[in-house]
């Protein structure tokens, strides 16, 4: 964050000299002590954000792959002539143990095709499934897996 507020006062100021460099270096220094007495900054957070935005891009590619799995067997029903789904209404816990986490995961299971969570009452989900296949590994699914590293990262 020091560095940031650095570059950041480098290119306000629109060019290079001593003295911009060097009153920089103060003001970046007095900012980023205000910023870890009285906005309950820490470098170590500082390092769980940057690890939570690697973990957060890992969740996204894997919403990305999994929305397109989901869509080609969705697919699968209208296109192939005689496939009968079979129509599923599963319940399952995880040990999720955050809000944002859990509304996380019910937001994922509903934008992959197939899926639709109904409820998520303390902790338990309700999912819809266009068919019994769709509902295999929902409770311990890499979308799980990933939001449980999250939360570790957040403790």
Not at 21 to 29: D, H, S
Not at 120 to 149: I, K, P, W
Request: charged share 15%; hydrophobic share 50%.
């Amino acid at each position: 964050m020091y560095l940031f507020l650095l570059a950041l006062w480098i290119i306000f100021n629109g060019r290079i000299t001593l003295e911009i460099v060097l009153l920089g270096v103060v003001l970046a220094a007095a900012v980023f002590a205000f910023m870890c007495r009285f906005m309950d900054y820490s470098i170590g957070k500082e390092k769980n954000i940057l690890m939570l935005a690697g973990l957060i891009g890992r969740y996204a590619l894997v919403l990305i792959v999994e929305v397109i799995k989901s869509t080609l067997g969705a697919c699968r029903f209208i296109l192939v002539p005689g496939a009968n789904p079979q129509p599923l209404i599963c319940r399952f816990t995880t040990p999720l143990q955050t809000d944002q986490a859990r509304a996380l995961l019910a937001n994922s299971i509903t934008l992959t095709p197939g899926t639709i969570t109904v409820s998520l009452e303390n902790g338990e989900y309700t999912v819809h499934c266009l068919d019994r296949s769709m509902a295999e590994g929902l409770s311990d699914s890499r979308f799980v897996q990933l939001l449980l590293r999250m939360e570790e990262v957040t403790r």
